[in-house]
């Protein structure tokens, strides 16, 4: 497949902070650019949604990608030792009890 150069124009303070979260990927800008290329393709549509909120308060706004991926799939307890009482009972077996299977 032949390649061809695109050339574009942005904020040089904007493509500076773009080229650092790339670079904490591994990613140079070309590289970048082609994964939001590709991805475009293979959607057939943004990789990301668009809206006009400015709100910034919800912390999965502010991570660098993969946002929404996960929506409903992940939950958090409410407590954060919920769900270690699961394994209480386990844990306070003797452990001579399990030195057999290990």
Same mark, same amino acid.
Request: aromatic share 10%; net charge neutral; charged share 25%.
């Given at each position: 497949?032949?390649? &061809?150069?695109?050339? &574009?124009?942005?904020?040089?303070?904007?493509?500076?902070?773009?080229?650092? &979260?790339?670079?904490?990927?591994?990613?140079?800008?070309?590289?970048?650019?082609?994964?939001?290329?590709?991805?475009?393709?293979?959607?057939?549509?943004? *990789?990301?949604?668009?809206?006009?909120?400015?709100?910034?308060?919800?912390?999965?706004?502010?991570? !660098?990608?993969?946002?929404?991926?996960?929506?409903?799939?992940?939950?958090?307890?409410?407590?954060?030792?919920? *769900?270690?009482?699961?394994?209480?009972?386990?844990?306070?077996? !003797?452990?001579?009890?399990?030195?057999?299977?290990?």
């Amino acid at each position: 497949m032949a390649t &061809i150069n695109i050339n &574009i124009r942005t904020d040089s303070e904007l493509k500076a902070r773009a080229q650092h &979260i790339f670079s904490t990927f591994g990613l140079d800008m070309t590289t970048a650019v082609n994964l939001f290329l590709r991805q475009t393709v293979r959607m057939n549509n943004l *990789p990301f949604s668009l809206t006009t909120k400015t709100n910034q308060s919800n912390h999965v706004d502010k991570l !660098p990608f993969g946002r929404g991926c996960m929506k409903g799939k992940i939950q958090m307890a409410e407590d954060f030792d919920a *769900p270690l009482e699961d394994f209480k009972e386990y844990m306070d077996l !003797p452990y001579c009890l399990f030195k057999n299977h290990i």
